[in-house]
């Protein structure tokens, strides 16, 4: 990879990709983290359905802190991981109470100290809660990684958030990890690519 042909990959990326904007529904920062926090190992669409009854009944991190658990795990038990998941969340909020009165931090070491929050979680809440140029990896971004070249297979997501970071301009951090997860998630899917008429093919080690 060098920074023109990750340039070059970018621009066909954003003519493929029209609006390209967070699938998951949130309101502000506390939103956002919990959101996240539940997409683990489910879609969007339906992080947005359970969220919509969970907000409604706990607004903020001070009503979930003292939230009971069978009720949360109720709510959320159709994202699977439930159990974990209830006990997670209910962990963040009591924490953000009792360490940041509420507040959601906006420094990456903050956030990753948080109960359930890992490193794509927190750098989604950096640019998306507060438009802080950011890289976040998940399984879309790692696969779109190796495919076009930034990384080897042998790396890990760790290794694919330093080459994104290497070679896209920091201003497009942000805008890139939007067109490579849509991209990922509706064009280059994990077992079916759509490979045939793919604007990509010329930079792509994979090829169907
Ligand atoms: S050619 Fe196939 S595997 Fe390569 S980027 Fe395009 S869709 Fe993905």
Redesign the pocket.
């Known amino acids: 990879m060098n920074k023109q042909k990750s340039k070059e990959i970018l621009d066909i990326l954003k003519e493929i990709i029209e609006n390209p904007k967070p699938e998951l529904d949130f309101k502000n920062p506390y939103e956002l983290i919990i959101a996240v926090v539940l997409s683990a190992q489910t879609t969007d669409k339906r992080v947005n359905i359970v969220t919509k009854d969970l907000f409604l009944k706990y607004p903020s991190s001070k009503d979930l802190a003292c939230a009971e658990y069978s009720l949360v795990k109720e709510i959320i038990s159709p994202l699977g991981l439930s159990s974990t998941k209830a006990k997670n969340i209910i962990a963040l909020a009591q924490e953000l109470e009792e360490k940041y009165n509420g507040i959601i931090p906006s420094d990456f070491d903050s956030l990753i100290a948080l109960p359930g929050v890992g490193r794509k979680t927190a750098n989604v809440v950096l640019a998306l809660g507060f438009n802080i140029p950011a890289m976040p990896v998940d399984t879309h971004l790692y696969r ?1 990684a190796v ?2 070249g930034y990384i080897r297979g042998d790396m890990d997501v760790v290794d694919a958030e330093i080459a994104y970071k290497k070679y896209i301009p920091k201003e497009e951090w942000t805008l890139a990890h939007h067109l490579f997860l849509l ?1 990922g998630r509706y ?3 994990a077992l079916h ?3 045939d008429n ?4 010329n ?6």
């Open positions: 779109m495919r076009l991209f064009f280059c899917k690519p759509l490979c793919c604007k990509l093919k930079y792509c080690k994979y090829k169907g």
